[in-house]
T-cell receptor, first 114, second 114 residues
Framework: SQTIHQWPATLVQPVGSPLSLECTVEGTSNPNLYWYRQAAGRGLQLLFYSVGIGQISSEVPQNLSASRPQDRQFILSSKKLLLSDSGFYLC?????????????FGPGTRLTVL | AQSVAQPEDQVNVAEGNPLTVKCTYSVSGNPYLFWYVQYPNRGLQFLLKYITGDNLVKGSYGFEAEFNKSQTSFHLKKPSALVSDSALYFCAVRVTSNTGKLIFGQGTTLQVKP
């Protein structure tokens, strides 16, 4: 069975500091991977997605970047955090390439920028 | 353009009563529709999906959803609500590409009162 992990679970960072959030998937190969941000406990904003190693597509130009150094690892980064980067960050994966495949979510990382 | 709408920010029901959370969609081509639930500070959990076939889809935790092509709706239902069903519910539609991307509604908070 597949599982998805995110860490850290909670993070408090000062403005201007760097960021690295990690997401890993187990039990599958070559998944599609996604980073979302959820602000104020409501809507989900797709930030990045990846269909393969080194392939990153950005949905919203902003202060963040993503990388996929390994097949099942997806990293969200920032060189200098802004207050507006605070939120709940969710990683997700799809196992398979069919449009009918389900997207599964990780437990999330709560980021607070002070 | 593809879109999903959840017209109600919040739905309140009494425990034991039936519940409905509404979702309407706009897509080109065949719709692939999903429902997710989110508990506080948790990732999204997959409930059910409509791909094709029977218009009544059964999912986890006693939830079901009714697909109505003529009304372009995919409402989530449960015959008897539990207090533990109180959470944030998201409807989503798959985009017409091989990226696996989903478009999410803004979410509906379900409050079940004892």
């Amino acid at each position: 069975s597949q599982t998805i992990h995110q860490w850290p679970a909670t993070l408090v960072q000062p403005v201007g500091s760097p960021l690295s959030l990690e997401c890993t998937v187990e039990g599958t190969s070559n998944p599609n991977l996604y980073w979302y941000r959820q602000a104020a406990g409501r809507g989900l904003q797709l930030l990045f997605y990846s269909v393969g190693i080194g392939q990153i597509s950005s949905e919203v130009p902003q202060n963040l970047s993503a990388s996929r150094p390994q097949d099942r690892q997806f990293i969200l980064s920032s060189k200098k955090l802004l207050l507006s980067d605070s939120g709940f960050y969710l990683c997700a994966y799809t196992w398979g390439r069919r449009r009918t495949d389900t997207q599964y979510f990780g437990p999330g990382t709560r980021l607070t920028v002070l | 353009a593809q879109s999903v709408a959840q017209p109600e920010d919040q739905v309140n029901v009494a425990e034991g009563n039936p519940l409905t959370v509404k979702c309407t969609y706009s897509v080109s081509g065949n719709p692939y529709l999903f429902w997710y639930v989110q508990y506080p500070n948790r990732g999204l959990q997959f409930l059910l999906k409509y791909i094709t076939g029977d218009n009544l889809v059964k999912g986890s935790y006693g939830f079901e959803a009714e697909f109505n092509k003529s009304q372009t709706s995919f409402h989530l239902k449960k015959p008897s609500a539990l207090v533990s069903d109180s959470a944030l519910y998201f409807c989503a539609v798959r985009v017409t590409s091989n990226t696996g991307k989903l478009i999410f509604g803004q979410g509906t908070t379900l409050q079940v009162k004892p």
